[in-house]
């Protein structure tokens, strides 16, 4: 069995990979935020945390790429499947997500590439290879590295480099390497008033 | 708009012509089929719109209905069973999808991007009130959309988050600026 680095450095191999990742998942989630950091972390609130969908979703695809890196891959396709009619994400199970990751609204969400640590990935974001792409695809599509954060709506297509700690904001077709720690924003999302609407819905 | 009916042989013809797109993609990374190919999810959208197309040419629109109802609920594609897409249809992810047009051959729609109407404009180009008409071999990334009543020619790429509402000619790549990188101060 020939494992990935990046999977052998995460345990994604083993099955304990697959509780300790979800535990991180689960734990990242209890502390985004003030109001879940006062929920505290016990046993209910752990569970209530793990029925949510961005972390059932998660834990579906662990535990697909799980059964992909040991070499059931018919079965880790069934699973990301499942992921797929059950939560609309499709994160294909040859893809390496680190620990301790986010995605907080999952149906629309496309993922086909690497990712390091804390990765969080948005509303209806796209990582995924330039072109079509099919289950095996991962080496031809984006590595995000540890901390970075892509923005609802944004695209990042091709087998790029990001950066860590990069932030990716609302709307940005990415299609180049970024250096470390930076901020992406769109040139063409500032709206601007065009008229009167009364005419237009009218019509 | 008028159209055609459209026999089984024409419908299967055309299905089988999506499926055999479908898999020369996947072959194109790597050089095996992929596992269960018809239980996919982007050949189940894809089929699902070819039977609802089929009835609704045929006259039988409750039962197209029906099975855009499937489509929708089973993969999350919201494809109009009037919608007129010619053979080589792929759809990579279809969640979220909503389109309707009328296309010409080999069509590929990347994860959200999306074909229809647009408010204030209603000329009929060939698809119906407002739609827009696509030519053969137009690859749409994702995010990206046609609106409107508008003709895009053959061969023609939009990358991803643009919005298309002129005419496009053949052979043409549309796309938006590369976006701006900043170097990001602590507080952001």
């Known amino acids: 069995m020939k494992v990935a680095t990046e999977c052998r450095a995460y345990q994604h191999h083993k099955l304990r990979g697959i509780w300790s990742n979800t535990g991180k998942d689960i734990l990242r989630f209890l502390t985004k935020s003030p109001e879940n950091r006062a929920a505290g972390d016990g046993l209910k609130t752990r569970l209530s945390a793990f029925l949510r969908p961005e972390l059932q979703c998660l834990f579906l695809y662990?535990?697909?790429?799980?059964?992909?890196?040991?070499?059931?891959?018919?079965?880790?396709?069934?699973?990301?499947?499942?992921?797929?009619?059950?939560?609309?994400?499709?994160?294909?199970?040859?893809?390496c997500i680190g620990p301790a990751a986010r995605v907080p609204h999952p149906a629309g969400l496309t993922f086909c590439g690497r990712a390091g640590r804390g990765v969080t990935i948005f509303a209806l974001s796209t990582c995924c290879p330039s072109g079509p792409f099919g289950e095996n695809s991962a080496h031809e599509g984006p590595v995000l590295g540890d901390d970075v954060m892509v923005g609802g709506h944004s695209v990042v297509v091709g087998p790029l480099q990001i950066a860590d700690s990069t932030k990716i904001s609302f709307g940005v077709r990415l299609a180049r390497d970024t250096p470390r720690g930076v901020l992406v924003v769109a040139r063409t999302m500032r709206g601007k008033a065009l008229g009167q609407s009364q005419a237009l819905l009218n019509s | 708009?008028?159209?055609?009916?459209?026999?089984?042989?024409?419908?299967?013809?055309?299905?089988?012509?999506?499926?055999?797109?479908?898999?020369?993609?996947?072959?194109?990374?790597?050089?095996?089929?992929?596992?269960?190919?018809?239980?996919?999810?982007?050949?189940?959208?894809?089929?699902?719109?070819?039977?609802?197309?089929?009835?609704?040419?045929?006259?039988?629109?409750?039962?197209?209905?029906?099975?855009?109802?499937?489509?929708?609920?089973?993969?999350?594609?919201?494809?109009?069973?009037?919608?007129?897409?010619?053979?080589?249809?792929?759809?990579?992810?279809?969640?979220?999808?909503?389109?309707?047009?009328?296309?010409?051959?080999?069509?590929?729609?990347?994860?959200?991007?999306?074909?229809?109407?647009?408010?204030?404009?209603?000329?009929?180009?060939?698809?119906?009130?407002?739609?827009?008409?696509?030519?053969?071999?137009?690859?749409?990334?994702?995010?990206?959309?046609?609106?409107?009543?508008?003709?895009?020619?053959?061969?023609?790429?939009?990358?991803?988050?643009?919005?298309?509402?002129?005419?496009?000619?053949?052979?043409t790549i549309i796309g938006v600026s590369d976006p701006k990188i900043l170097e990001r101060r602590e507080s952001v």
């Open chain 1, 62 to 95: 662990r535990v697909a790429h799980y059964l992909h890196v040991r070499g059931w891959w018919r079965a880790a396709i069934v699973l990301t499947r499942i992921n797929f009619l059950v939560h609309k994400a499709n994160i294909t199970p040859e893809s």
């Open chain 2, 1 to 171: 708009v008028p159209f055609d009916r459209l026999t089984w042989r024409q419908t299967l013809f055309r299905v089988r012509a999506d499926y055999r797109r479908f898999i020369e993609l996947h072959m194109r990374f790597r050089q095996r089929k992929p596992i269960a190919p018809v239980l996919h999810p982007s050949f189940i959208s894809v089929f699902l719109y070819r039977v609802s197309n089929h009835f609704y040419r045929g006259g039988h629109k409750y039962i197209a209905r029906f099975w855009w109802h499937v489509n929708h609920q089973l993969t999350g594609a919201d494809i109009s069973e009037p919608a007129d897409f010619g053979e080589g249809l792929v759809i990579v992810n279809p969640a979220g999808m909503s389109i309707m047009a009328k296309s010409g051959r080999n069509l590929t729609l990347m994860p959200l991007s999306g074909l229809g109407g647009e408010l204030g404009r209603r000329e009929d180009v060939g698809a119906g009130p407002g739609l827009p008409v696509l030519g053969d071999d137009v690859v749409l990334e994702p995010f990206c959309g046609v609106l409107g009543p508008v003709r895009v020619g053959n061969r023609v790429v939009i990358r991803a988050l643009t919005a298309v509402t002129k005419d496009v000619p053949d052979d």
